[in-house]
């Protein structure tokens, strides 16, 4: 086989996986750009230790963590675009991504399209800078468990100490003041059916939450500047 023949082959490969990345874990790596970046999508349910039901759009956390993984181990890569649009799920797992991308040296951006509700607020403050479209909003709400709960102290103590695990990671990670945060965690007059607050793009950065309001291009562009004032990972 020609040379040609072998490079058109390694094209077409390429091509191919590419398509397969964004198809099914829906993860892009933009090749031809100023800089390098890989692009991650974390929408609808966040899938964890359950299997959710085919009719569910899901993310699911056995794909991101290894992607997290390869991203912050190839040194190819100088950046990664977290785009959310999310309603939460389980709060582990999410809280368990959240973590890993916080403790990335790579550099990081993410974007709130749509909505990133419930353990979606951890995933955008978890990235280097966060950004959410005007349109976006974002619920805030104490931790809700489905299925069988036994009614003991005990469950209470659990659900304390995980609802305090979030609170801490996201005043880590943003600016918002813990009074704040706790206040429109627990609000009683706005949502009908639960307890909690729904922040629309510029409430989000009024109270801290979210650094800017901007959109794809404004996204982009605080990336390449991280990168480009990121000292150079090296193996």
Do not use: W
């Not at 390098?36 to 964890?48: A, D, F, M, P, S």
């Not at 609802?163 to 949502?191: C, G, H």
């Amino acid at each position: 086989m020609s040379e040609k023949n072998n490079n058109d082959k390694t094209i077409t490969e390429e091509k191919i996986d590419e398509a397969e990345l964004a198809e099914k874990l829906g993860q892009t790596v933009s090749q031809n750009a100023k800089h390098l970046i890989h692009c991650l999508t974390v929408i609808g349910q966040i899938e964890g230790h359950y299997v959710l039901s085919e009719q569910n759009k899901t993310t699911k956390y056995e794909h991101i963590i290894p992607a997290l993984v390869a991203i912050e181990q190839d040194r190819s890569v100088e950046g990664l675009l977290i785009i959310l649009n999310t309603v939460g799920g389980d709060v582990e797992a999410g809280l368990a991504i959240a973590e890993l991308i916080s403790g990335m040296k790579t550099p990081t951006v993410s974007l709130v399209v749509g909505g990133g509700h419930s353990i979606g607020v951890p995933l955008a403050v978890s990235a280097k800078h966060s950004f959410i479209v005007p349109s976006a909003s974002m619920t805030i709400h104490p931790v809700r468990m489905n299925g069988t709960v036994l009614g003991v102290p005990q469950t209470l103590s659990y659900f304390d100490k995980m609802q305090d695990r979030i609170v801490n990671f996201v005043l880590k990670n943003s600016n918002i003041k813990e009074e704040e945060f706790r206040r429109l965690m627990m609000n009683t007059e706005e949502l009908v059916l639960d307890v909690g607050s729904v922040l629309e793009g510029e409430k989000a950065v009024e109270f801290g939450l979210i650094d800017e309001l901007g959109g794809l291009s404004d996204a982009m562009e605080c990336l390449y500047d991280l990168i480009e004032n990121t000292e150079k990972r090296y193996i």
